[in-house]
């Protein structure tokens, strides 16, 4: 019974997480449905917490709240920034690893009905999408109009089709399938995409096979080529970021705050060492809101985008931000990132065969947020929170298979006898 409830209430919750989170977000324009969803997604883990007998909870998941914890009061100790600044950037940052860990735990499993009308959803919502697509091809900024950002385009395209790959079987058919949703993306042209695009192209229709995933002279030659396919594409970006200089001409204007981000986040982890600048410092949105102080030190309040009065580009990525939990914090969030591969690695080799699928899933959830980390702050968003709460189904997938739990219910009649 208890079990039964949080199947249904999960469902909805993520069907309503994917829907007002991803696809009508910006249409809507109410900026904390996020923080709803993440309060709904604690409550129901706590709803299973305190019914379950043990009150079993995930030991990384209680490692991750005391780190979190402990960042919090270091944060007040050296003032980063004002407490509601402190607390407003503790909310964001923790929210994506609320997502995945309570999604783990409850370990949701969707019926045989319920995953059929999330596919056909997936495949509604893909179709608004290339409406949409498709309109942009016609010069209307249909994009920007609707998601208001290339980015955020492609970020509802991944969902969309992650969800519908989620919801079937990993037959030749449904590889190809997932991959035409994929590419209606590429019409937001972002190198991004492209590299991402590249990527799953080469895990689904080559990795994917298991005879494939063996060590020897040519898996190494395909990988190879696959990181040579991810960094032409996505070289633009790279030889931007990290070759050449930016100078505030042009179309560049708008890349000088994250240029700058990059520069600075060295300076910070050098003298923040080891812990960082505390919650709410720098490149993190309430850094902007509640303006820190690191921004004045550094002679930077003054770049475009990064100031007090307009400060639209100072989380406009996440890797400088990890500069807020220093050394310490990048080796915690390395090692985050090693726990989910290690522990889906351990199940696919349980059962090759059944968890070909979501090892997948995985695979391409951590290089989508990996590769988004660059330019994007995805990861502590909208978008990324509901990401990582399907991160958190598929390899909660994985555990119940190796539980010989069913990860698919043929009708919800059964789930109750």
């Not at 520069?263 to 709410?280: E, R, T």
Request: glycine content about 6%.
């Amino acid at each position: 019974m208890l079990q039964e409830n949080i199947n249904k209430y999960f469902y909805n919750l993520f069907v309503f997480t994917l829907l007002f989170g991803i696809l009508l977000y910006d249409l809507v324009g109410f900026d904390y449905t996020d923080e709803l969803c993440a309060s709904a997604l604690f409550i129901l883990f706590g709803y299973y917490l305190f019914n379950t007998p043990d009150w079993s909870i995930n030991r990384a998941f209680l490692i991750t709240l005391g780190i979190f914890l402990f960042y919090l009061c270091y944060s007040f100790y050296i003032r980063s920034n004002v407490p509601v600044g402190i607390l407003s950037d503790f909310i964001i940052q923790i929210k994506p690893y609320l997502a995945f860990f309570c999604v783990y735990s409850i370990a949701p499993v969707f019926s045989k009905t319920r995953k059929e009308i999330l596919k056909s959803l997936s495949v509604l919502f893909w179709i608004l999408l290339l409406i949409i697509a498709v309109a942009e091809l016609f010069q209307t900024d249909a994009i920007y109009i609707t998601m208001r950002h290339p980015a955020y385009f492609g970020a509802a395209v991944i969902s969309v089709s992650l969800c519908y790959l989620y919801c079937t079987g990993f037959s030749l058919k449904n590889k190809l399938v997932f991959l035409l949703l994929l590419s209606v993306g590429l019409v937001a042209g972002r190198s991004k995409y492209y590299g991402f695009f590249a990527l799953s192209t080469i895990v689904i229709l080559y990795f994917s096979n298991l005879k494939h995933l063996k060590v020897n002279s040519r898996t190494i030659f395909v990988t190879a080529c696959m990181l040579a396919a991810i960094v032409f594409v996505a070289w633009n970006k790279i030889e931007l970021y990290f070759v050449q200089n930016i100078t505030a001409d042009g179309e560049e204007e708008d890349l000088i705050a994250r240029f700058v981000l990059y520069a600075i986040s060295f300076l910070v982890f050098k003298d923040y060492f080891p812990f960082g600048s505390g919650f709410g410092s720098f490149a993190t949105y309430s850094s902007g809101l509640y303006y820190s102080d690191i921004y004045a030190k550094y002679g930077v309040e003054g770049v475009w985008g990064m100031s007090k009065s307009y400060y639209s580009f100072i989380a406009d990525t996440y890797y400088p931000s990890l500069a807020q939990f220093g050394v310490a914090g990048v080796l915690l969030y390395i090692s985050f990132w090693v726990y989910i591969m290690l522990k889906s690695y351990f199940y696919f080799k349980k059962n090759t065969d059944a968890q070909i699928k979501y090892f997948v899933i995985v695979i391409l959830i951590t290089a989508f947020l990996g590769i988004e980390g660059i330019a994007d702050s995805t990861f502590t968003t909208h978008r990324g929170f509901f990401i990582l709460m399907l991160l958190g189904a598929a390899l909660s997938a994985m555990k119940n298979i190796v539980l010989n739990i069913p990860t698919v219910i043929n009708t919800d009649n059964k789930q109750r006898q």
